[in-house]
């Protein structure tokens, strides 16, 4: 059974993080929790199915994998590929860095995702409609 | 003025009371339990023992106990909970909660605790509140500090004009901290200066903090990072 980092598209949820920097994430956190990584697992650019780690789970074994974030499990995918990705890894733990969060099983994965689409759903802010925090600060003065 | 107002359009900060003691009370055994599993000799049976306990740590192995402590099951729901009238008429019920409540030690002898800042410069919604609750009561100059808001922009738009943000402008201010017993918070907007100061008391200081918002209003750039979707 394996420890396995899985890297994926930069792109995803509200962030850009290149696979060196998920790599340097992911790491850091497993030193910090006493992990040991036995492999790195990169999922293609453009896939957002964990096809490539639901593969390596069902021929080799997973015992834990770590990856940035929530937003990089497939929470928009169609409900089919979502329950075939949850019975693929439902034994497997997952560890996201960012949210620093772990856990296991069908309830967790299906909570997991109801946050991300929650979180994905919400409207944020657009930085680019801003110069500082001045304009910040003007904001909170009109609500 | 009420509580909302007073943040937005008043001072930016406010003093509240507890609405649930004994959701405060459970919280501080929850953190004197698990305090004593992280430190692990079963000597800290309250938050006594542990502020003497504090006073035989340096500035790393205080803040490595830090790191531990955020981890600490449901801290940022429990302070949440104690201060829930409160947290309801700012924000309702559905909220982003801080994932975890960050801890907050200030130990004589040691460097700053926190610097001054303002949380709006972190990425932090606009919308967002702070709330800030010490763990026993200050009686001392180790509490936090928190300037009016329109005091506050305008010291950080002294020092934009230079580049950065803690520069003269803010080091020659006289900051006074909070005198506060435990039972009181502190909620304010993100333009509130704040920080606290390394103080001449013999004990040290602990204060615990969450960030939280309405979801009906936008996030900025700290996402599912920092905030949890909550209902309370």
Redesign the interface.
């Known amino acids: 059974m394996t420890t396995a980092i899985v890297t994926t598209d930069p792109n995803f949820?509200?962030w850009n993080i290149p696979a060196r920097g998920q790599n340097m994430i992911t790491n850091y956190h497993a030193k910090s929790e006493g992990i040991v990584v036995n492999t790195v697992i990169p999922e293609p650019v453009f896939s957002n199915l964990m096809s490539t780690t639901r593969w390596v789970n069902n021929n080799r074994g997973l015992k834990k994998i770590i990856l940035c974030?929530?937003?990089q499990i497939p929470w928009n995918a169609a409900a089919n590929e979502v329950e075939a990705f949850i019975n693929d890894l439902e034994d497997v733990e997952f560890i996201f860095s960012?949210?620093?969060?772990r856990g296991h099983g069908r309830d967790f994965l299906l909570k997991i995702i109801e946050?991300?689409k929650?979180?994905s759903a919400?409207?944020?802010?657009d930085?680019n409609d801003y110069e500082?925090?001045?304009d910040?600060?003007e904001?909170?003065?009109k609500? | 003025m009420d509580i909302k107002e007073e943040l937005i359009y008043g001072k930016g900060w406010v003093l509240v009371d507890v609405d649930k003691p004994e959701s405060l009370d459970r919280l501080c055994q929850s953190f004197i339990h698990e305090a004593n599993k992280i430190v692990g000799n079963d000597s800290i049976l309250n938050i006594n023992d542990f502020i003497d306990y504090l006073l035989t740590l340096n500035d790393s192995e205080a803040n490595t106990l830090k790191l531990k402590l955020i981890f600490i099951k449901d801290l940022a729901l429990n302070l949440q909970k104690s201060f829930i009238e409160s947290t309801i008429k700012l924000t309702g019920h559905e909220i982003f909660l801080q994932r975890r409540s960050h801890v907050m030690f200030n130990i004589p002898g040691h460097t700053q605790p926190s610097m001054q800042h303002i949380d709006g410069m972190s990425g932090i919604s606009p919308y967002a509140y702070i709330i800030w609750a010490p763990l026993h009561d200050i009686t001392d100059d180790s509490g936090i500090y928190a300037l009016d808001q329109h005091s506050s922009m305008k010291i950080m738009n002294e020092e934009k004009q230079n580049g950065y943000v803690m520069g003269n402008a803010v080091h020659d201010y006289q900051f006074e901290p909070l005198q506060m017993p435990y039972g009181k918070a502190i909620i304010f907007n993100p333009f509130v200066l704040h920080g606290s100061i390394p103080h001449k008391g013999g004990l040290p200081r602990i204060g615990i903090t969450n960030r939280f918002q309405s979801r009906l209003y936008p996030l900025f750039l700290r996402d599912s990072d920092f905030f949890t979707p909550c209902n309370i």
């Open positions: 949820g509200p974030s929530i937003y960012i949210e620093g969060i946050e991300v929650l979180f919400h409207k944020n802010l930085y500082s925090y001045d910040l600060y904001l909170m003065k609500q």
